[in-house]
Protein backbone atom coordinates (compact mmCIF):
# COMPACT_ATOMS: atom_id res chain seq x y z
CA UNK A 1 0.00 0.00 0.00
CA UNK A 2 3.29 2.50 -0.87
CA UNK A 3 2.09 4.97 -2.72
CA UNK A 4 5.68 5.76 -3.64
CA UNK A 5 6.54 2.42 -5.13
CA UNK A 6 3.03 2.76 -6.83
CA UNK A 7 3.91 5.80 -8.34
CA UNK A 8 7.57 4.46 -9.51
CA UNK A 9 6.00 1.58 -11.31
CA UNK A 10 3.38 3.11 -12.60
CA UNK A 11 6.49 5.44 -14.20
CA UNK A 12 8.24 2.53 -15.30
CA UNK A 13 5.06 0.96 -16.87
CA UNK A 14 4.82 4.02 -19.13
CA UNK A 15 8.52 3.60 -19.94
CA UNK A 16 9.82 7.16 -18.48
CA UNK A 17 12.26 6.07 -16.75
CA UNK A 18 15.83 3.66 -17.48
CA UNK A 19 16.45 2.57 -13.78
CA UNK A 20 15.35 2.43 -10.39
CA UNK A 21 17.36 3.63 -8.16
CA UNK A 22 17.36 2.47 -4.73
CA UNK A 23 19.37 2.89 -1.37
CA UNK A 24 19.30 -0.71 -0.42
CA UNK A 25 17.48 -3.64 -2.52
CA UNK A 26 15.28 -3.95 1.19
CA UNK A 27 14.25 -0.68 0.45
CA UNK A 28 11.75 -1.77 -2.34
CA UNK A 29 9.43 -3.59 0.15
CA UNK A 30 9.69 -5.57 3.08
CA UNK A 31 11.89 -9.03 2.08
CA UNK A 32 9.21 -11.33 3.36
CA UNK A 33 6.58 -9.61 1.51
CA UNK A 34 6.64 -11.99 -1.57
CA UNK A 35 3.91 -10.81 -3.70
CA UNK A 36 5.15 -7.25 -3.75
CA UNK A 37 8.67 -8.31 -4.59
CA UNK A 38 7.43 -10.50 -7.27
CA UNK A 39 5.31 -7.70 -9.11
CA UNK A 40 8.24 -5.09 -8.92
CA UNK A 41 10.42 -7.92 -9.85
CA UNK A 42 7.75 -8.63 -13.60
CA UNK A 43 7.59 -4.63 -13.88
CA UNK A 44 11.03 -4.20 -14.21
CA UNK A 45 12.17 -7.20 -16.19
CA UNK A 46 8.78 -6.50 -18.67
CA UNK A 47 9.72 -2.79 -19.38
CA UNK A 48 13.58 -3.58 -19.54
CA UNK A 49 13.97 -1.60 -16.56
CA UNK A 50 17.63 -1.62 -14.37
CA UNK A 51 17.58 -1.88 -11.10
CA UNK A 52 20.23 0.74 -9.45
CA UNK A 53 21.65 0.87 -5.91
CA UNK A 54 25.42 2.60 -5.03
CA UNK A 55 27.09 -0.79 -5.34
CA UNK A 56 25.42 -2.89 -8.58
CA UNK A 57 23.30 -2.13 -11.52
CA UNK A 58 21.20 -4.93 -12.14
CA UNK A 59 19.96 -5.93 -15.80
CA UNK A 60 17.03 -8.48 -14.19
CA UNK A 61 16.76 -10.32 -17.45
CA UNK A 62 20.77 -11.88 -16.79
CA UNK A 63 20.36 -15.34 -14.91
CA UNK A 64 24.27 -13.69 -12.78
CA UNK A 65 22.19 -10.44 -12.10
CA UNK A 66 18.94 -12.46 -10.75
CA UNK A 67 21.28 -14.86 -8.87
CA UNK A 68 23.03 -12.28 -6.60
CA UNK A 69 19.70 -9.87 -6.43
CA UNK A 70 17.96 -12.89 -4.80
CA UNK A 71 20.98 -13.92 -2.42
CA UNK A 72 21.35 -10.27 -1.20
CA UNK A 73 17.51 -10.18 -0.92
CA UNK A 74 18.14 -13.28 1.05
CA UNK A 75 20.64 -11.52 3.65
CA UNK A 76 18.68 -8.38 3.88
CA UNK A 77 15.55 -10.39 4.99
CA UNK A 78 18.15 -12.01 7.50
CA UNK A 79 19.44 -8.78 8.76
CA UNK A 80 16.22 -7.23 9.07
CA UNK A 81 14.87 -9.99 11.43
CA UNK A 82 18.01 -10.01 13.94
CA UNK A 83 17.63 -6.09 13.83
CA UNK A 84 13.92 -6.50 15.38
CA UNK A 85 14.96 -9.30 17.42
CA UNK A 86 17.68 -6.85 19.25
CA UNK A 87 15.34 -4.25 19.33
CA UNK A 88 12.89 -6.83 21.03
CA UNK A 89 15.16 -7.81 23.38
CA UNK A 90 16.14 -3.79 24.48
CA UNK A 91 12.71 -3.29 25.06
CA UNK A 92 12.10 -5.76 26.99
CA UNK A 93 15.50 -5.01 29.18
CA UNK A 94 14.16 -1.64 29.49
CA UNK A 95 10.43 -2.53 30.27
CA UNK A 96 11.67 -5.01 32.90
CA UNK A 97 13.59 -1.83 34.85
CA UNK A 98 9.98 -0.03 34.80
CA UNK A 99 11.11 2.15 32.09
CA UNK A 100 9.25 2.96 28.98
CA UNK A 101 9.39 0.36 26.55
CA UNK A 102 7.11 2.06 23.98
CA UNK A 103 3.53 4.37 23.56
CA UNK A 104 2.39 7.06 25.12
CA UNK A 105 1.69 7.33 29.29
CA UNK A 106 -1.53 7.18 30.57
CA UNK A 107 -3.35 10.15 30.84
CA UNK A 108 -2.23 12.07 33.83
CA UNK A 109 1.51 11.01 32.99
CA UNK A 110 4.26 11.85 30.99
CA UNK A 111 7.55 10.25 30.24
CA UNK A 112 10.12 11.70 32.23
CA UNK A 113 12.70 12.20 29.20
CA UNK A 114 15.60 11.50 32.01
CA UNK A 115 14.61 8.58 33.37
CA UNK A 116 11.86 6.94 31.03
CA UNK A 117 9.75 6.24 33.95
CA UNK A 118 6.11 8.13 34.28
CA UNK A 119 5.60 11.18 36.29
CA UNK A 120 2.86 13.31 36.70
CA UNK A 121 1.91 15.16 33.54
CA UNK A 122 1.87 19.60 35.82
CA UNK A 123 -0.92 20.07 33.04
CA UNK A 124 -3.65 17.26 33.35
CA UNK A 125 -2.49 15.12 36.46
CA UNK A 126 -5.84 17.02 37.91
CA UNK A 127 -7.89 15.83 35.69
CA UNK A 128 -7.25 12.06 35.83
CA UNK A 129 -7.61 12.11 39.55
CA UNK A 130 -10.62 14.20 39.78
CA UNK A 131 -12.23 11.56 37.06
CA UNK A 132 -11.73 9.19 39.95
CA UNK A 133 -12.73 11.25 42.73
CA UNK A 134 -15.92 11.93 41.06
CA UNK A 135 -17.07 8.17 40.66
CA UNK A 136 -15.96 7.43 44.56
CA UNK A 137 -17.21 10.01 46.22
CA UNK A 138 -20.09 11.49 44.31
CA UNK A 139 -21.11 8.34 42.60
CA UNK A 140 -21.01 9.86 38.96
CA UNK A 141 -21.50 7.21 35.98
CA UNK A 142 -18.86 7.06 33.12
CA UNK A 143 -22.14 8.72 31.06
CA UNK A 144 -21.80 11.59 33.68
CA UNK A 145 -18.48 11.69 33.66
CA UNK A 146 -18.37 12.54 29.72
CA UNK A 147 -21.23 15.11 29.97
CA UNK A 148 -19.28 16.69 32.80
CA UNK A 149 -15.75 17.23 30.71
CA UNK A 150 -18.01 18.24 27.70
CA UNK A 151 -19.68 20.81 29.62
CA UNK A 152 -16.12 21.98 30.93
CA UNK A 153 -14.71 22.03 27.20
CA UNK A 154 -11.93 19.53 29.11
CA UNK A 155 -10.45 17.37 25.96
CA UNK A 156 -7.74 14.46 25.98
CA UNK A 157 -4.27 14.67 25.86
CA UNK A 158 -4.92 14.10 21.85
CA UNK A 159 -7.47 16.71 21.92
CA UNK A 160 -10.72 14.33 21.21
CA UNK A 161 -13.89 14.65 23.46
CA UNK A 162 -13.77 12.06 26.47
CA UNK A 163 -15.61 8.44 25.67
CA UNK A 164 -17.57 5.91 27.59
CA UNK A 165 -14.37 3.68 26.87
CA UNK A 166 -11.55 6.18 27.72
CA UNK A 167 -12.66 6.37 31.22
CA UNK A 168 -13.31 2.44 30.88
CA UNK A 169 -9.82 1.82 30.28
CA UNK A 170 -8.60 4.64 32.91
CA UNK A 171 -10.39 3.12 36.03
CA UNK A 172 -8.97 -0.28 34.97
CA UNK A 173 -5.22 0.13 34.49
CA UNK A 174 -3.84 -0.77 37.31
CA UNK A 175 -0.78 1.63 36.30
CA UNK A 176 -2.70 4.08 38.25
CA UNK A 177 -1.49 1.97 41.16
CA UNK A 178 2.61 3.08 40.28
CA UNK A 179 3.02 -0.76 37.91
CA UNK A 180 4.52 -0.55 35.11
CA UNK A 181 3.03 -2.74 32.31
CA UNK A 182 4.00 -3.77 28.91
CA UNK A 183 3.24 -6.23 26.02
CA UNK A 184 -0.60 -6.08 26.66
CA UNK A 185 -0.62 -5.76 22.98
CA UNK A 186 1.37 -6.52 20.46
CA UNK A 187 0.89 -6.22 16.22
CA UNK A 188 0.59 -9.02 13.90
CA UNK A 189 -0.19 -9.07 10.10
CA UNK A 190 -3.15 -10.87 8.70
CA UNK A 191 -1.73 -13.05 6.28
CA UNK A 192 -5.24 -13.15 3.74
CA UNK A 193 -5.31 -9.00 3.88
CA UNK A 194 -1.34 -8.08 4.60
CA UNK A 195 -2.79 -6.03 7.07
CA UNK A 196 -1.51 -5.04 10.66
CA UNK A 197 -3.37 -5.02 13.34
CA UNK A 198 -3.09 -4.99 17.19
CA UNK A 199 -4.09 -8.38 18.94
CA UNK A 200 -4.60 -8.55 22.88
CA UNK A 201 -1.81 -10.89 24.69
CA UNK A 202 -2.60 -12.83 27.91
CA UNK A 203 -2.06 -11.64 30.53
CA UNK A 204 0.17 -14.02 31.88
CA UNK A 205 2.31 -13.33 28.87
CA UNK A 206 2.66 -9.37 30.06
CA UNK A 207 5.72 -7.59 32.15
CA UNK A 208 4.63 -5.70 35.39
CA UNK A 209 6.68 -4.17 37.56
CA UNK A 210 5.09 -3.03 40.81
CA UNK A 211 6.65 0.73 41.93
CA UNK A 212 7.49 1.47 39.14
CA UNK A 213 6.67 5.23 39.76
CA UNK A 214 4.79 7.38 42.20
CA UNK A 215 0.85 5.84 42.02
CA UNK A 216 -1.89 8.28 40.89
CA UNK A 217 -4.82 6.95 43.08
CA UNK A 218 -4.66 4.75 46.29
CA UNK A 219 -5.57 1.03 45.97
CA UNK A 220 -8.38 2.05 48.08
CA UNK A 221 -9.82 4.26 45.47
CA UNK A 222 -9.01 2.71 42.24
CA UNK A 223 -11.09 -0.92 43.67
CA UNK A 224 -13.51 0.98 45.18
CA UNK A 225 -14.62 2.91 41.83
CA UNK A 226 -14.18 -0.94 39.91
CA UNK A 227 -16.75 -1.73 42.50
CA UNK A 228 -19.50 1.29 41.72
CA UNK A 229 -18.67 0.06 38.13
CA UNK A 230 -19.71 -3.36 38.73
CA UNK A 231 -22.51 -2.69 41.50
CA UNK A 232 -24.10 -0.01 38.29
CA UNK A 233 -23.90 -2.58 36.08
CA UNK A 234 -26.13 -5.19 37.86
Not at 34 to 47: F, G, M, N, P, Q
Not at 93 to 109: Q, S
Not at 125 to 153: C, F, I, M, P
Request: charged share 35%.
Amino acid sequence: EREGIKEVLRLVREGEVDGVWVLHQDRLCRPENLRDLAEIYDTLVDSDTALVTPTNVYNLKEDNDVLTFDFQGMVAKFGRRNLLRNMNRGKIATAKEGRNAGGAAPEGYIVDPKTDKYVFDPDRAEYARQSWDLVYNHDYTLRDLVKEYEKRGIRSRTGKKWSLTHFHDMFYNEEYLGKYIYGRTKSTKDRRTGEWKKIKVPQKDWIIVENAHEPLVSKEVFFGVQEKLRWRRK
